[in-house]
Nanobody
Framework: QVQLQESGPGLVKPSQTLSLTCTVSGGSITDNNYYWIWMRQSPRKGLEWIGA???????YYSPALKSRPSISMDTAKNQFTLQLTSVTPADTAVYYC???????????????WGQGTQVTVSS
């Protein structure tokens, strides 16, 4: 059974870059049946799709976030990462990594989810 675990700093200052890593066990990120996705949830915006990476390395991003997110993978470590530049307090949320068979996920009923990690943007 696949398991996903998010890691990274819980506090980021405004204008800095948020960096999170998702470590995958019980499955390979090179499995071409799946997409590897970052989501976030906040009281203000609800559940939000940030972007995804396929096993081929192709990436897909939410237009709402413009050019700020970047997703990459490290096949040797079986990890994928999110970088979000120029953060503001509006980026404060619980961030989740997800494995799914579709590139976009809209609910927690789809795919396999990590437990989530709280990220707060504050000076």
């Amino acid at each position: 059974q696949v398991q996903l675990q998010e890691s990274g700093p819980g506090l980021v200052k405004p204008s800095q870059t948020l960096s999170l890593t998702c470590t995958v066990s019980g499955g390979s990120i090179t499995d071409n049946n799946y997409y590897w996705i970052w989501m976030r949830q906040s009281p203000r915006k609800g559940l939000e799709w940030i972007g995804a990476i396929a096993s081929s390395g192709s990436t897909y991003y939410s237009p709402a976030l413009k050019s700020r997110p970047s997703i990459s993978m490290d096949t040797a470590k079986n990890q994928f990462t999110l970088q979000l530049t120029s953060v503001t307090p509006a980026d404060t949320a619980v961030y989740y990594c997800v494995r799914a068979t579709s590139v976009v996920v809209r609910s927690t009923d789809s795919g396999s989810w990590g437990q989530g990690t709280q990220v707060t943007v504050s000076s």
